[in-house]
């Protein structure tokens, strides 16, 4: 019954290959977003969507495009990957995108993505 | 812009040494503050949170309290475990859809 789950869990592959990243929630979540964690451990925000609506995106390049089919699922595109790319990307859920204060956010397992 | 800064690591203890990681956050409101851990190999965990001022997040023997006069979020655990080496990350954000703004990590190490 895992609540935020991704595919693959690591990803090998060729500098200039395009490859995607799947994450899926069943928390009944309204809000998904992707975080790439650099070497350094280092996390930072790429893109956040709700309710199949691109709400974020940050300084991100775009080869990066994040794609939304339903609620439950936010997938990451990656074209021309570049050695710059290797990281942990993990996706992540929160339950609205309204009302006070700030709702959890649940992050899946993550991927580990290495470029040659 | 939003910021967090903790203390960086690693931090090393010895088993049953009492714990404090520092947090400090920048931002134009009053975020919700959080701390996640992150074990070897696996992803992110939520340890604890607040939401506004003077409230005090607590699990698994960590504590860590909303200070709003310096928005702090320091994490503290009376006397740590072996099984508690990870790294601990302090997070904020300012609710809605927005991303959390993390801390660089702080690296813990209990040596038996």
């Known amino acids: 019954d895992t609540a935020v789950s991704q595919t693959p869990k690591y990803l090998v592959t060729q500098m200039g290959n395009d490859k995607s990243i799947k994450c899926e929630q069943n928390l009944g979540h309204d809000t998904m977003y992707w975080y790439k964690q650099d070497s350094k451990k280092f996390l930072k925000i790429m893109f956040s969507?709700?309710?199949?609506?691109?709400?974020i995106n940050e300084t991100v390049p775009n080869r990066f495009s994040p794609k939304s089919p339903d609620k439950a699922h936010l997938n990451l595109h990656i074209n021309s990957l570049e050695l710059g790319d290797s990281a942990v990307y993990f996706c992540?859920?929160?339950?609205?995108?309204?009302?006070?204060?700030?709702?959890?956010?649940?992050f899946g397992p993550g991927t580990r993505l290495t470029v040659l | 812009g939003n910021s967090v800064t903790q203390m960086e690591g690693p931090v090393t203890l010895s088993e049953e040494a009492f714990l404090t990681i520092n947090c400090t956050y920048t931002?134009?409101?009053?975020?919700?503050l959080f701390w996640y851990v992150q074990y070897p190999g696996e992803g992110l965990q939520l340890l604890l949170k607040?939401?506004?001022?003077?409230d005090k997040g607590s699990n698994k023997g960590f504590e860590a309290t909303y200070r709003k006069e310096t928005t702090s979020f320091h994490l503290e655990k009376g006397s740590v475990q072996v099984s508690d080496s990870a790294v601990y990350f302090c997070a904020g954000t300012g609710g809605g859809a927005d991303g959390l703004t993390f801390g660089k990590g702080t690296h813990l190490i209990i040596q038996p």
């Open positions: 969507y709700n309710n199949k609506e691109l709400i």
């Open positions: 992540a859920s929160s339950l609205s995108t309204t009302g006070t204060g700030a709702d959890t956010q649940y």
């Open positions: 607040a939401t506004k001022a003077d």
């Open positions: 931002a134009t409101g009053y975020p919700s």
